[in-house]
C-alpha cells in the first residue's frame, strides 16, 4: 500500500505543477500590468480629449469644482461682497426672493458656506438687525454647516471621538438657531430643511423625521433641496435602509408636478445604493422608465431653476450607461464647465471623472457619425 501511495504521488507532482504553470500564465496574461497597455488606454483617452475639445467642451483645469452651474449674477454679488465684509446685498437678495422657496434655501445655504469660514459679516448684520429672519436663517444654516466641518467628511470608523463631540454639540447649538429662524418666519421652510441635518446627525428617530417631513410639506409640497436632504437620512448609510430610501423617492416623485425636478429622486436612490459592477442595474425597464420621466421633466422644468442642473449632471450619467450618448452629449453640453454634482462630486477627483465619461460620450458620438 506503501509503494502504491509513493507511485500515485510521483504521478500526481507533475500534473500539479502544471496546473499551478498554466494559473501563472493565466494571471500574467489578463490581470498583469503592461507598459503598452497603458500607453493604450492613455492614447484612446487623449483622442477622447481631443474629440470633446473639437466639441467645444471644456478640459479638465476649466472646471468648477465648487457649484453644479454657473450662479446668477446677482447671487455671485452678494457672495463677493460678503467675502469682503459688506452684508448687505445679501439682505438684499434673500429679501427681493421672498416667498421663492427654492432659491431662498439655495441663496441661505450659499451664504451659510460663507459664514461658517468667516462670520464676520453675519455678525454686523445681526448688530444692526436684531431679530432679522433672513440673517436668523443664515446663522442656523452656517451652524450646522459648521457642524459637519468639524466632524470632517471621513467615515465613521475614522473620526476621533474629539470630533464627534465638538459635532454633536455644534449640532445641539444649531437646534436653537434653527428655531429661533423657524419662530422669526413661520411661512419658511428653510429651517425645517435645514433641521434635516441636524436630524441625520444627531439620528432622530423615524417618527420625528416624519414630523420634520410634515413642517416642510406644509409649507412647501414640492421642494428640491428638502427631498433631497429628505432622501439621505432614508438611505441606509445613515438613518434608514435601501427599501425605505427607494419608497420615500417614488413616492415623493409620483406626487410630484412635471417640472418640479424631484423625478431626480428614484435615480439617486439607485445610485445611493447600487453596488453593482457593471450597468445591467441601470438597464433595467424601471431606470429606464425612471431616466424617460427625467427627461420629461427638465424638459418642462424653468431654466432658471437653482437645482436644474443638478439632475442634468445625472442624466448625462444614466444616458451614457444606457448607452444613449447622443441624448447624454446634449445634457452634458448645458452642464459643462461645472461639475459639483452628483456623480461626480463623490469622488476624489470630480473634474476628472466627469471629463473621463464626458470625453467616452463625445468619443462615442463622433464614431457614429
Given amino acids: 500500500m506503501t509503494v502504491l501511495l509513493w507511485i500515485l504521488v510521483a504521478l500526481a507532482v507533475p500534473t500539479v505543477l502544471f496546473g499551478a504553470w498554466l494559473a501563472v500564465v493565466f494571471l500574467k496574461t489578463f490581470f498583469s500590468w503592461s507598459p503598452d497597455d497603458e500607453e493604450t ?15 467645444g467642451l471644456l478640459p479638465v483645469e476649466r472646471q468648477n469644482t465648487e457649484y453644479a452651474a454657473a450662479l446668477p449674477e446677482e447671487w455671485s454679488a452678494a457672495l463677493t461682497a460678503v467675502r469682503d465684509g459688506d452684508w448687505r446685498p445679501a439682505a438684499g437678495l434673500l429679501r427681493a426672493v421672498g416667498r421663492d422657496w427654492e432659491r431662498r ?26 431679530d432679522d429672519p433672513d440673517a436668523a436663517v443664515v446663522r442656523a444654516r452656517s451652524t450646522v454647516v459648521l457642524a459637519w466641518k ?18 454633536h454639540r455644534m449640532l445641539g447649538s444649531a437646534r436653537a438657531e434653527t428655531e429661533r429662524a423657524a419662530a422669526l418666519n413661520p411661512d419658511d421652510p428653510t429651517p425645517y430643511i435645514t433641521e434635516i441635518w441636524i436630524a441625520l446627525g444627531l439620528g432622530y428617530p423615524n417618527a ?30 445613515w438613518r434608514g435602509s435601501e427599501r425605505l430610501a427607494s419608497e420615500f423617492a417614488e413616492r415623493v416623485a409620483k406626487d410630484a408636478p412635471v417640472g418640479s425636478l424631484l423625478t431626480a429622486l428614484p435615480l439617486i436612490a439607485h445610485f445611493e445604493h447600487d453596488e453593482s459592477e457593471d450597468v445591467a442595474a441601470d438597464n433595467t425597464p424601471e431606470m429606464r422608465a425612471r431616466v424617460e420621466a427625467a ?24 444616458l451614457h450607461l444606457q448607452d444613449r450618448n447622443e441624448a ?6 448645458l452642464v459643462d464647465g461645472y461639475v459639483h454634482a452628483l456623480p461626480w462630486r463623490y469622488r476624489p477627483g470630480p473634474a476628472a471623472y466627469y471629463c473621463q465619461v464626458r470625453d467616452a460620450v463625445a468619443q462615442a458620438v463622433a464614431g457614429t457619425a
Avoid: N
Avoid at 434655501?105 to 436684531?130: F, V
Fill in 328 to 333: 447624454a452629449l446634449e445634457q452634458f453640453r
Fill in 295 to 318: 427627461l420629461v421633466d427638465v424638459a418642462a422644468a424653468d431654466p432658471a431653476h437653482p437645482r436644474l442642473a443638478e439632475l442634468r449632471h445625472l442624466l448625462a450619467f444614466y
Fill in 105 to 130: 434655501s439655495a441663496i441661505a445655504y450659499l451664504l451659510a458656506e460663507k459664514a461658517a469660514e468667516d462670520d464676520e459679516w453675519l455678525l454686523a448684520w445681526e448688530s444692526e438687525r436684531a
Fill in 150 to 167: 468639524l466632524r470632517g467628511a471621513k467615515r465613521s470608523q475614522y473620526t476621533t471621538r474629539e470630533q464627534f463631540d465638538r459635532f
Fill in 41 to 55: 488606454l492613455t492614447a484612446e483617452a487623449a483622442k477622447a480629449a481631443e474629440t470633446a475639445r473639437g466639441l
Fill in 208 to 237: 420625528e423625521m416624519d414630523r420634520l417631513w410634515e413642517e416642510i410639506t406644509a409649507r412647501a409640497p414640492h421642494h428640491y433641496e428638502a427631498a433631497f436632504s429628505a432622501l439621505q437620512y432614508w438611505c441606509a448609510k
